[in-house]
């Protein structure tokens, strides 16, 4: 049988392919890279921290490692994993269609985001910058000397290459559904990709411009965000933020989705209160654009703006509260079987939930004045993206892997793997909602010794999370070419992506598939 | 679905991705004047009125002759369609030509050791604003002259020229931010 | 080992804990629903299946709506805390404190002026004015739960009571620079006997407030005299050209464009550094600018003067 992966072996036909499953396949590869770049400065940062002195690396040195960590596992990783990876091979499928809108700017996405990786990686090789991810001034523009531009200019096409995708994406979704296919029997990953390609869409060019003004700050030393050049600093933490809150929601959403359709399958039967969560995906999308302040509580804005910031960040919380329980439902007269996949869903759930939980911590005003800029906001967004949204980006990968290599995984490793990654996740980052609450600031390369024991439980956590992490990649990587084969539709699932051929031919549909009554009908 | 609503769509979309580009700026403009509305002031008074003014109505035009243009395509007007092609393009042309004038002034403004720091601010921020949407011009005269290549061989459907119609959009979406550049940057002294 | 130095802290731990008590019944209910229901409905029970219901709206709002209760308890809790915590209250002490890359300096009212090292009495509530000479830095007491950032060009406040004696943690927690995590400090709170005679052993370099005599020198060697007064308005000084300092802090001042503003730390700053940003009704805008003229320690003792400018000043 002809496919989209053995039609064609040359490198000319993967580099110059408009195939949305091959580019799919071109993100797989660069966004793993990119993910073992950044747990790389992770280990690193870890072993520094076992000992309270400086003893592994240099001050100098570990700043550049955390902002490296940062940006690469933001910007690099976590934003295009989902959506560019999963998202690309699945939204045309998911609903009968061909390709994405404009396949040829897809493929020119993908070698944006190279391009920018390019510039992230000369940096890197050239001495690394020291700035944090938040690029905070007037540190970044007057005081830094590392190389602040470079990674702005890489970050900045990385942005494009989002803009471009988020674009893809909604065009698609609107024009391209097979007849039939209404909204609201779409699958519920496509209306996560939907919301998350709105804020890409939206919030990006916010962030391109921010990183334009802070070049050229740089360069001309002219105050936009340097007080003494009569610039105001704050201005650029407002802007940063209105861009980087709504991208924490570009980091969970697909997340959502992914668990929205893995929940389904694996207790077949159709997913409770589907427009539910539908809707809030949406409502999420939109809300997340008004609280970007939460960041700011103690940086000196008004008292009014902090009671406002304060109450928004709850009221966006509780579409995600919705989800949630809507999940659980679902459970209710299922027939569940624990593969690898809802074994990830579950860790999903509940890492995520305990990540909310805490974001709900830090949107409390008197509490975030403690624990602002401390191990404890470390621990709250680890829970959720490390442990919610690479989580679900890993359950998947295991749940379309037979759709996208035509090749069955070791089901007894993956949920080895799968164990592991959650108790070390836990064992990695719980420690630090303490340290954070005891008092240890974040971006301490040094620090009190009576800190150290609840530091050394973290660094052991991360040994059994690199076990974690190490097996899936070794054995879906041995699977991609020796894994045995499996039929077309192995999980019994539903939904038009599983009416073709795993894998997909190139066409992705050599019959018209037929449309069901409605989304999950198991 | 037709290719030809999807590309318009498109253009739409990518659209309302710069009107984001821009409102960041111009809202970080208008924060630093209202902090600064004495120094702003001073320097809209200096900014040539004529250039922006003249500036302002070659654009217009030019959006007036890429709409003809695509009407002309439509009735199978080749040469007129070409002609009002040529001309937005020789508008374009013109605009950045007398915006480069203006920048060799305002060059030397800004780097002078005699500027204020709020006056150095109001340059900066017109260079970055100003200097976007000259971007935004290089790159729409280039797609200008691309779609005149094709007008010429004919290449669009009489009855659904997509590609005219999305370079257009994008076109008019250009002067659009032109349309409110002027006032800010230009109008200080009408006030 | 954390302390609870003042009593916002307690306050603060207490709304912690009930968080973390609400959230922790959340969290377990999750769990216990989570296992309970996929292991009854475990694939190979045999149990009934028929007609799983797919939508409920009672259900949905039956969970929505508590949530949201929930939610606005927490916010207006922890709203109501920082209010409290925020609020500008009578002071006993109003200490400047500079950030630098990457140290601490404290000036007290008396003048003495201290590095890394805060001493303070116990019981009494102190007002620290902050200010950054570099990039932005935080000062942050994990012990007395509060923490705020110091930015350059513009004064931050920080109020708080601590309520116990001994040496507490000063961190500074905004990322500043390759030195960050060395930029640390010890606060001591002492009771009003130890202080007063630590106060006492400072070296000062003249008899009386320190910081209001620099001021005073501060004041005449730039030359401000020429051209403001000092004494109340209905006292006609020699045509000065620019309005009288009496009593301006924290009085209401009216800018020529009408607006009425509040006269605090900051718009003195403003005044001094960028005349022309606001400017009086009344008054030409020919005040020079004294940006980098005056360094930031005379900056703080002209407030100090600024602040004594007023009847019944002690
Ligand atoms: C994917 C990323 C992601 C997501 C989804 C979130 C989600 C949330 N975040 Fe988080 N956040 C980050 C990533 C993320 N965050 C990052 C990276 C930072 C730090 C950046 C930096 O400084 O470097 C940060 C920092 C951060 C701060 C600033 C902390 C500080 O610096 O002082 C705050 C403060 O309000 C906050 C709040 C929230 C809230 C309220 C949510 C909510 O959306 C969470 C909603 C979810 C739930 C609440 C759980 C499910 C709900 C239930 C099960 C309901 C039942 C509960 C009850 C009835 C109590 N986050
Ligand atoms: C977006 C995704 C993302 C992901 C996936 C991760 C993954 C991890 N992160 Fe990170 N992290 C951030 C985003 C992310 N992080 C951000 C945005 C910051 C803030 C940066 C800033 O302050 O500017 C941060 C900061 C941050 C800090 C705080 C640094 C500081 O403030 O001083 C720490 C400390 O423990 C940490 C640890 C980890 C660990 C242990 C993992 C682990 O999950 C990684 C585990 C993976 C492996 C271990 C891979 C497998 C093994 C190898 C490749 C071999 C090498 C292994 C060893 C040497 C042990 N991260
Ligand atoms: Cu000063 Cu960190
Ligand atoms: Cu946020």
């Known amino acids: 049988m002809k496919n989209y992966l053995n039609c064609d072996f040359s490198l000319k036909s993967w580099f110059f392919t408009t195939d949305h499953k091959r580019i799919g396949i071109l993100y797989l590869i660069s966004v793993t890279l990119a993910f073992f770049i950044g747990s790389v400065a992770a280990g690193l940062i870890r072993l520094e921290l076992l000992t309270p002195a400086a003893d592994l690396v240099s001050s100098e040195t570990y700043n550049r490692l955390f902002t490296l960590h940062g940006v690469v596992m933001v910007w690099f990783f976590l934003i295009p994993a989902v959506p560019n990876v999963l998202g690309n091979f699945l939204v045309p499928l998911m609903i009968g269609a061909k390709d994405l809108a404009f396949p040829r700017l897809n493929l020119l996405s993908w070698y944006m985001y190279l391009v920018g990786g390019i510039f992230t990686f000369a940096m890197l090789v050239l001495g690394g910058v020291d700035t944090g991810w938040t690029f905070y001034t007037p540190y970044s523009t007057s005081y830094s000397n590392s190389y602040v531009i470079l990674t702005v200019v890489g970050i900045f096409i990385a942005g494009l290459s989002s803009i471009l995708t988020g674009l893809n994406f909604i065009v698609t979704i609107h024009r391209l559904r097979i007849k039939g296919l209404t909204w609201f029997k779409m699958p519920l990953f496509i209306w996560t990709i939907y919301g998350t390609s709105l804020i890409l869409l939206l919030a990006t060019p916010v962030l391109g411009m921010t990183l334009i003004l802070i070049g050229i700050e740089r360069v001309t030393g002219i105050g936009i965000f340097d007080p003494a050049l009569g610039g105001d600093p704050l201005l650029f933490q407002h802007l940063f933020w209105f861009y980087s809150h709504p991208a924490v929601y570009i980091m969970i959403l697909p997340g959502m989705g992914v668990v929205s359709e893995i929940l389904p399958c694996f207790s077949h039967r159709p997913i409770f209160g589907y427009k539910f969560i539908a809707y809030s995906s949406v409502a999420i999308a939109i809300l997340g654009f008004l609280v970007w302040g939460h960041h700011m509580f103690v940086s000196g804005q008004s008292a009014f703006a902090d009671l406002a910031f304060s109450i928004l960040s709850f009221l966006v919380a509780v579409p995600s509260a919705i989800k949630v329980f809507n999940w659980i439902a679902t459970l209710y007269k299922g027939s569940i079987t624990f593969s690898t996949p809802m074994l990830y869903a579950f860790a999903f759930i509940l890492l995520f939930t305990l990540g909310g939980l805490t974001g709900l911590i830090l949107a409390t005003l008197a509490i975030d004045v403690h624990v602002h800029d401390t191990y404890f906001v470390i621990a709250h967004f680890h829970f959720i993206m490390v442990g919610g949204m690479v989580t679900a980006y890993l359950g998947g990968l295991h749940f379309w892997w037979p759709k996208m290599t035509g090749r069955m995984y070791p089901e007894k490793w993956g949920k080895v793997a799968a164990v592991t990654l959650f108790f070390g996740f836990v064992v990695t980052f719980m420690p630090q909602f303490f340290l954070g609450f005891l008092g240890m600031p974040r971006r301490y390369h040094v620090y009190a010794p009576e800190f150290q024991i609840l530091h050394i439980i973290s660094t052991c956590g991360v040994l059994i999370l690199a076990v974690g992490f190490l097996l899936p990649l070794i054995y879906l990587t041995w699977s991609f070419r020796y894994g045995p084969g499996c039929i077309d539709n192995p999980w019994d699932a539903k939904g038009l992506e599983w009416e073709t051929t795993s894998p997909p031919p190139t066409e992705n549909f050599l019959t018209e598939p037929k449309v069901p009554e409605m989304a999950y009908d198991y | 679905m037709t290719t030809k609503k999807i590309d318009v769509i498109g253009m739409w979309v990518f659209l309302a991705s710069e009107v984001c580009l821009f409102l960041g700026i111009f809202i970080a403009f208008m924060i630093y004047q209202h902090f600064n509305q004495e120094a702003f002031h001073e320097a809209t008074l200096n900014m040539s009125f004529w250039s922006g003014t003249i500036n302002t109505f070659i654009l217009l035009t030019s959006s007036l002759t890429v709409a003809l243009s695509l009407a002309f395509y439509k009735a199978k007007k080749i040469a007129l369609s070409l002609g009002s092609l040529s001309i937005s393009i020789f508008l374009g042309v013109i605009f950045l030509g007398i915006k480069g004038e203006e920048y060799v002034h305002h060059f030397i403004e800004l780097t002078s050791v005699h500027t204020k720091p709020g006056i150095k601010l109001f340059y900066l921020l017109y260079f970055i604003m100003t200097g976007v949407h000259a971007f935004h011009m290089i790159i729409g005269i280039m797609v200008l002259i691309f779609v005149a290549t094709r007008v010429y061989r004919r290449h669009y459907d009489f009855n659904d020229p997509t590609g005219l119609e999305v370079a257009g959009l994008y076109w008019h979406f250009v002067d659009v931010i032109w349309v409110f550049l002027y006032p800010l940057l230009y109008l200080g002294n009408l006030k | ?314």
């Open chain 3, 1 to 314: 080992m954390i302390f609870e130095a003042s009593d916002l802290s307690r306050e603060v731990d207490t709304l912690f804990l009930a968080i973390i008590f609400v959230c922790g019944i959340v969290f377990f209910g999750i769990v216990a629903a989570m296992l309970y229901l996929s292991l009854k409905y475990k694939k190979d029970k045999l149990i009934d299946r028929s007609s799983p219901p797919l939508k409920n709206l009672k259900l949905e709002l039956s969970w929505t709506l508590p949530t949201l209760l929930i939610f606005l308890i927490f916010f207006v809790w922890g709203a109501q805390l920082y209010r409290n915590s925020h609020e500008d209250q009578a002071v006993s002490q109003e200490i400047f404190v500079t950030g630098k890359q990457w140290m601490w300096k404290f000036q007290h009212p008396g003048g003495q002026k201290e590095i890394d090292e805060l001493h303070l009495p116990v019981g009494e509530p102190v007002k620290l004015i902050m200010i950054s000479e570099d990039v932005i830095h935080s000062f942050f007491l994990p012990d007395f739960r509060i923490k705020q950032d110091l930015l350059p060009g513009r004064y931050t406040k920080l109020i708080f009571t601590p309520n116990k004696t001994g040496t507490f943690r000063i961190y500074c927690s905004q990322y500043c620079g390759a030195r960050h995590s060395y930029m640390l400090g010890k606060v001591i709170i002492q009771s009003k006997i130890e202080f007063d005679s630590w106060r006492e052993s400072r070296p000062v370099w003249s008899s009386g407030s320190q910081n209001l005599n620099a001021g005073q020198k501060v004041f005449t060697k730039y030359g401000c005299n020429a051209c403001h007064s000092i004494r109340p308005k209905d006292v006609l000084d020699e045509n000065l050209s620019g309005p009288t300092l009496w009593n301006l802090y924290q009085s209401k001042v009216t800018l020529h464009d009408g607006k009425v503003i509040t006269a605090d730390e900051n718009y003195i700053r403003e005044s001094i550094f960028h005349p022309n940003a606001k400017v009086v009704k009344g008054f030409s805008p020919q005040m020079p600018t004294f940006e980098g003229l005056i360094p930031e320690e005379e900056m703080q003792a002209l407030q100090t003067y600024m602040k004594s400018l007023r009847a019944g000043y002690p």
